[in-house]
């Protein structure tokens, strides 16, 4: 799970909930609520915030992998895409329904074949 990824992360650093949440400029009772499963659906622009501070990536928080493992499937464009979008405003909500879109439009594509 997401929180206890992050969780993990903070206590390896010496951070509390406190002092992360300030380095990452997020609401502490949020990422209480993420770090306890009360929450389990961050969005991406949560996520980079917190990653910076926990040196990892959004794609170690996401995956249970060990960052340096998921960051040799990760190429620097990916990585650039994936920051440009964020900062467009796309959450992860969005990028799934792109990806369903996205399923959808190739299935109907095969049919019409």
């Excluded at 917190?50 to 960051?71: M, Q, Y």
Aim: proline share 2%; aromatic share 10%.
């Amino acid at each position: 799970m997401i929180g206890d990824r992050i969780k993990a992360l903070r206590i390896s650093k010496g951070y509390s909930i406190t002092k992360l949440a300030e380095l990452a400029g997020v609401s502490k009772s949020y990422l209480s609520y993420i770090e306890r499963d009360m929450r389990n659906n961050p969005s991406l622009e949560f996520l980079c915030k917190i990653a910076k501070p926990l040196n990892t990536n959004i794609e170690f928080l996401l995956n249970a992998e060990s960052s340096t493992e998921h960051n040799e499937y990760i190429d620097e464009e990916w990585r650039t895409l994936l920051s440009q979008a964020i900062e467009k405003g796309l959450n992860k909500d969005d990028f799934q329904a792109l990806q369903e879109f996205i399923q959808f439009r190739n299935w109907v594509s095969r049919r019409e074949v």
